[in-house]
């Protein structure tokens, strides 16, 4: 079975700081991972995917299939990046079913 | 467009009572989803309806929970009687193609079990 692991359960740093969120994943086959971030009184919404190899409001997320690792990086943080960010995966024969991380509560001080 | 509603936002019951969370996904998005999130846990999945067929129920805890989508459109998903366990965050969300990930959630609806 697929599992999705996020070890920091809160993560704080400064504005203008590095940022990096940790996902690491466990499946034998070629998965999907995705970025997911929900605002403070927003909707979860899609931040990033894997296959798509793009940088959204900063952010990029590389796959590393060596280390099984998805980790979502930003050079220099913002205080509007503070949300709760969740990692997923979905195996590419299951269509749309997604396996979520238990989220990181990133927050990002002035 | 409108996005995902879902309602209640909120909902208080005790234990053994009934429970009927309902969801509007997009007008004219075939695929709808329920995810729950217990105890500050991953979001996990419950199920996967296309139109008005359930494609993957397998995410369903036990029988208590029913879930319905009469005519592709709106969905419910009911919990009776409900335990205290089923306390949560229930998030519908819709898509318009299969395998389209750029899911549109709905606010959730906070269930809580006294």
């Known amino acids: 079975a697929q599992r999705v692991t996020q070890p920091e359960k809160l993560l704080s740093v400064f504005k203008g700081a590095p940022v990096e969120l940790k996902c690491n994943y466990s499946?034998?086959?070629?998965?999907?991972l995705f970025w997911y971030v929900q605002y403070s009184r927003q909707r979860l919404q899609l931040l990033l995917r894997h296959i798509s190899r793009e940088s959204i409001k900063g952010f990029t997320a590389d796959l590393n299939k060596g280390e099984t690792s998805f980790h979502l990086k930003k050079p220099f943080a913002q205080e509007e990046d503070s949300a709760m960010y969740y990692c997923?995966?979905?195996?590419?024969?299951?269509?749309?079913?997604?396996?979520f991380g238990e989220g990181t509560q990133l927050t990002v001080n002035p | 467009e409108a996005g995902v509603t879902q309602f209640p936002s909120h909902s208080v019951i005790e234990k053994g009572q009934t429970v009927t969370l309902r969801c509007d996904p997009i007008?004219?998005?075939?695929?709808l989803y329920w995810y729950r999130r217990v105890m500050g846990k991953e979001i996990k999945f419950l199920l996967h309806f296309v139109k008005e067929s359930k494609q993957d129920e397998s995410g369903m805890p036990n029988n208590r929970f029913l879930a319905e989508r009469t005519g592709g459109t709106y969905s419910t998903l009911k919990v009776q009687p409900a335990e205290l366990e089923d306390s949560g965050v229930y998030f519908c969300?819709?898509?318009?193609?299969?395998?389209?990930?750029?899911?549109?959630f709905g606010s959730g609806t906070r269930l809580t079990v006294v």
């Open positions: 997923a995966l979905s195996r590419k024969t299951s269509g749309s079913r997604l396996t």
């Open positions: 499946y034998s086959g070629s998965p999907e």
């Open positions: 969300a819709s898509s318009q193609d299969w395998g389209d990930y750029g899911y549109t």
């Open positions: 007008s004219g998005h075939d695929n």
